[in-house]
């Protein structure tokens, strides 16, 4: 019904910059909070940065005034400018959305990850 494709990912230096997009398709009536999670090799996954739908945006503190997440609701399509970054963000990135289907109810979709990796 309703597909997330997150993409951008790669191989960079240190202090280095990359772009991550997660575009959602399929019967979409509303997304709500979109959000990009990562997960590094034998750690558990930890939430990032999000975006409500008006806007409102957190982050985790360890990518403040690094990261910079936002979107498209045209496209329907969220975004994570990520610059100066560090070995320890080394990780897979997956984008998540609050997704109304249609005129039904509201579920939680995930896309298939991203891997960044960052070399020192």
């Known amino acids: 019904q309703v597909q997330l494709v997150d993409s951008g990912g790669g191989l960079v230096q240190a202090g280095g910059s990359l772009r991550l997009s997660c575009s959602a398709s399929g019967i979409i009536f509303s997304i709500n909070t979109m959000r990009w999670y990562r997960q590094a090799p034998g750690e558990q996954r930890e939430l990032v940065a999000s975006?409500?739908?008006?806007?409102?945006?957190n982050y985790a503190d360890s990518v403040k005034d690094r990261f910079t997440i936002s979107r498209d609701n045209t496209k329907n399509t969220v975004y994570l400018q990520m610059n100066n970054l560090k070995p320890e963000d080394t990780a897979v990135y997956y984008c998540?959305?609050?997704?109304?289907?249609?005129?039904?109810?509201?579920?939680?979709?995930w896309g298939q990850g991203t891997q960044v990796t960052v070399t020192s």
């Open positions: 998540n959305a609050d997704v109304q289907v249609g005129l039904g109810g509201w579920s939680t979709y």
């Open positions: 975006v409500t739908g008006g806007r409102s945006t």
